[in-house]
């Protein structure tokens, strides 16, 4: 079960019946999961979900929230933390040792594929006394909406660096990049485009992104980077059966690659936007007394 801590995220675990620890979900009606940080839901549209999660005190889910006096739990979602024009709200079940279960039917999901930020507020009456957050991943069914974008899922990411298994990372012997981490790399990626010059009328959000191979290129750049940072860090060479051995010497090599990676996101955004803002400078406006449209 995936615990939550109050306003600090928390760790893995299973909800919803797929997922584990540090990977993403791979089985419809599922939940991904991730080591640490804020955990990840994911719901496929055209089906109910019922998915199931713990609140805790603390970030390592080992103290169980209490319910006993909480006289309402709801669930909300939104496609990004000022968006206030669309919203999906769900009241929750819940038990006193703080296990919550929340109900997502094609009625709350269809049309809304996409990554949300989600949380789970805590009510004594009408007072909210606690807030605890999760991301919500929307992804396409083949038979539910099909309307909008192709959601960006966190194996999308995966397959593009090859972080699929733990077969596929021999040294590491685990997964490189939780759920929570590629989805804080699009989130990173998006806010990029929206605060790159020009500004457009129009801003974008993880459920609206219409360019998706190369929000991939721009996650991918994030996740190296930020990858690099940490190698970086933990760098100490040792001895060893008269070998001298570093296993955090990966950083230069990944700086590479975020550079890579993140040049390509770079251009694509300057000569996107250079588009996109030239096509906003022509339209028509109608002058009624001279019988006309004029352009510009």
């Given at each position: 079960m995936i615990c939550i801590a109050e306003n600090?995220?928390?760790k893995g675990g299973i909800a919803g019946g797929a997922g584990a620890q540090g990977q993403a979900s791979q089985i419809a009606g599922g939940a991904g999961a991730c080591d640490y940080g804020y955990p990840v839901l994911e719901v496929v549209t055209g089906l109910t979900t019922d998915l199931t999660v713990q609140l805790t005190k603390d970030y390592n889910g080992t103290i169980p929230a209490d319910l006993s006096s909480i006289t309402r739990v709801d669930f909300c979602a939104r496609p990004s933390m000022?968006?206030?024009n669309k919203e999906i709200k769900v009241p929750c079940t819940y038990t006193a040792e703080g296990?919550?279960?929340v109900s997502l039917t094609p009625k709350e999901v269809d049309y809304n594929n996409g990554v949300w930020y989600a949380e789970f507020h805590t009510y004594q009456d009408d007072v909210q006394v606690g807030n605890y957050r999760a991301y919500l991943c929307i992804r396409k069914g083949m038979t539910g909406s099909q309307d909008g974008p192709n959601t960006i899922t966190a194996m999308d990411v995966r397959l593009a660096v090859m972080d699929t298994s733990i077969e596929a990372n021999q040294l590491l012997d685990d997964l490189?990049?939780?759920d929570m981490m590629i989805?804080?790399?699009?989130e990173r990626s998006i806010d990029e485009w929206n605060e790159t010059p020009p500004g457009l009328a129009r801003k974008f959000d993880a459920t609206n992104f219409p360019f998706k191979e190369h929000l991939i290129k721009g996650a991918v750049g994030y996740l190296m980077q930020e990858v690099a940072?940490?190698?970086n860090r933990n760098r100490m060479q040792y001895n060893a059966a008269g070998l001298n051995l570093d296993s955090n010497d990966k950083g230069p090599a990944y700086i590479a690659m975020a550079q890579a990676a993140r040049l390509e996101w770079k251009n694509f955004i300057a000569a996107k936007k250079t588009e996109m803002n030239m096509a906003e400078c022509f339209g028509t406006f109608?002058?009624?007394?001279f019988g006309n449209k004029c352009y510009w």
């Open positions: 600090i995220g928390g000022v968006s206030h296990v919550v279960t490189e990049f939780s989805y804080h790399a699009i940072y940490r190698y109608d002058l009624p007394y």
